[in-house]
């Protein structure tokens, strides 16, 4: 549980962190950023977690996702974790869709990469616990989003925990790993080739068989160039409507996929967690 | 004066682009980056510029600046240029203070440097013909700020064209190379041993000489790694008390040299330019 300080910098009042600790779980170091605001001594405040996307560290929002003010504003911590394990000993594939920098935030079943690739858990279960004991987090009170692969990751986490996250968001998620390219890829080596054991990897098929949120916020970018070939936006709007899930799905004209994107519409999230998680 | 598109990427409802040129003023292909918010059909918009730090190109400030939205919300444009000439036909140094990453807003007079880096020219002249007859840019509205070797060449470049810009700011400023390693090193090697000539790249000697400017922003922080050896903001400080002139010199507690600085306070600096810009 003890973790190391990479860098601690003063910003918009609080203070935004990176640390590496060693994970049990993955079997290496892993890195991942907080931004703590500005706070009374001995409070605690809610947590909101952010899931990259492929290729992505913890840097890439860390740097350019613009949360820190309104994160600031609202009082919410703010948690970037890694993407995946890292390491020389950590195998690997020569896409940038899979292995390193490509968790795809599941467990893996398939070798070479169950020993390491075991993202699901670390988020779901070791990284809480040591946001919990290292940081002023309020636990009850947590939140997710992510965006492309982290969006992903972010659905399919809240679906398989019902109650643990008061509120959840996405920036133009992979909304069914079993509809897409890069889905398929991913799963089929990590899960391997039995599609029934993928489904509670993918956000539409869990709802499809049964999970729910009391509420969804997406931003997706119609000029994305991934929209039409692995996000498929319609089809998580289609499994909503169907099920009468509240979802807010919003296609934003002219945006892509890049954090030109994800910051415009990232001080928007916070606040709609805000409100949710502070209600 | 023709100019190619590298990107453009919508953001803020405005447009984020990087663009590259053949400049005439070094010889080599330039890049810089123009955030335009979104206006009203044949409208014009003031300006505000930003000169980067050692070591930066446009990239750093276009993705970590966090000027999109205030600039977005104050319908202005934000320039980025690069902080010296590149490409392999460039002269160099080995030190990251001085060379490529490192035209310290002069222009040189000394060998190797004299054909390439002459940045000075490049800001003062090049640039803004470009700007003015690319982007739907209201020069009679043009502001100047920047960052570290950036501050000083905003500081500079502002005292030494008196009327051009309606608002100056600067980030951690370098105040007075005539008084610090980086400006000696820097100095010394563009334009040579005669320190008498160092005086017009030097903001505090410009004041000292007779140059005013009728306001000023700055913010250092004040665990700055730089402060004590090269930056020296009182010296800035001093000679703007002894002359009379306004300036709003901001030491901000605990923030260092870095992007979590700068982002920290650009939405107070755009708007205070904005203030200016469009009385």
């Keep these: 549980m003890t973790i190391e300080t990479v860098s601690t910098c003063k910003s918009h009042g609080g203070t935004q962190g990176v640390y590496t600790h060693a994970s049990a779980v993955t079997g290496t170091p892993m890195t991942f950023s907080v931004f703590v605001p500005d706070h009374a001594p001995g409070a605690k405040l809610p947590v909101l977690w952010y899931l990259s996307g492929l290729t992505c560290t913890h840097a890439n929002v860390t740097e350019k996702g613009e949360f820190r003010a309104a994160c600031a504003e609202h009082g919410i911590i703010f948690v970037a974790p890694d993407t995946s394990p890292r390491g020389d000993d950590v195998p690997d594939d020569e896409g940038y869709d899979f292995g390193k920098g490509a968790g795809f935030y599941v467990d893996a079943t398939q070798e070479p990469w169950a020993a390491n690739f075991r993202m699901r858990s670390y988020i779901e279960q070791e990284l809480p616990e040591i946001l919990a004991a290292n940081f002023p987090a309020d636990m009850e009170r947590q939140g997710i989003t992510g965006h492309s692969m982290g969006g992903h990751g972010a659905l399919t986490i809240s679906l398989r925990n019902p109650g ?20 398929e890829k991913a799963l089929t080596g990590y899960i391997g080739a039995d599609r029934a054991k993928w489904r509670e990897y993918d956000a539409v098929a869990l709802i499809e068989d049964g999970a729910r949120l009391p509420d969804l916020l997406v931003d997706q970018g119609t000029t994305d160039n ?50 949710r998680l502070k209600a």
């Excluded at 070939?229 to 919003?250: E, F, P, S, Y």
């Design 164 to 183: 643990r996250f008061r509120s959840t968001s996405a920036f133009s998620p992979i909304v069914s790993p079993l509809n897409c390219p890069w889905g």
């Design 226 to 275: 991934f929209l039409e070939g692995q996000l498929k936006t319609h089809l998580l709007d289609h499994v909503c409507r169907n099920v009468d899930m509240r979802a807010a799905i919003r296609m934003q004209e002219g945006y892509d996929h890049s954090y030109y994107f994800i910051s415009t519409f990232m001080a928007e999230h916070v606040a709609w967690h805000a409100e």
